[in-house]
């Protein structure tokens, strides 16, 4: 079984409440500085419900394991060819944030490096056979990130 972004960042959630109940580490952010979790995950929500959307409306396949419908490259795509799980980091970052510990915030980072490593790559090899010569273009022109 293959574990799909949102259900991992679903389980990075679960284990960041657990890492903050069971082992918080060092309070870094005292309650009343906690809020400031609220940006980087409102704008995680952003990107995740634009990039989202984007798919939808032209009707091509969002799921990270299935062949891909269309190669997307406007709107945020023209920024960054991954604003979904940019957006998946920021959300997770601003729950870190939000619970002002420590080892929370590791859960972030470690979402980060499977989707840089794991599902992003699997990803750029299915756009890269289905789409050649155009997403080659695309992936020079507009980087991974930001």
Do not use: C
Request: proline share 8%.
């Amino acid at each position: 079984m293959k574990i799909l972004p949102p259900q991992l960042a679903l389980i990075g959630l679960a284990a960041m409440a657990l890492l903050r109940l069971a082992a918080p580490g060092p309070i870094l952010l005292p309650p009343v500085w906690r809020g400031a979790g609220l940006l980087p995950g409102l704008a995680g929500v952003v990107l995740l419900l634009a990039g989202s959307t984007r798919f939808r409306r032209l009707g091509t396949n969002i799921r990270t394991f299935d062949e891909p419908g269309v190669l997307v490259t406007d709107g945020l795509f023209r920024v960054t060819r991954n604003p979904m799980y940019l957006g998946f980091v920021l959300a997770l970052l601003g729950a870190g944030l939000a619970m002002g510990a420590l080892t929370p915030l590791f859960v972030p980072v470690a979402f980060l490096i499977v989707a840089n490593a794991w599902y992003i790559p699997f990803e750029e090899r299915a756009l890269e056979a289905k789409f050649g010569e155009a997403y080659a273009h695309y992936r020079r022109r507009t980087r991974r990130w930001l």
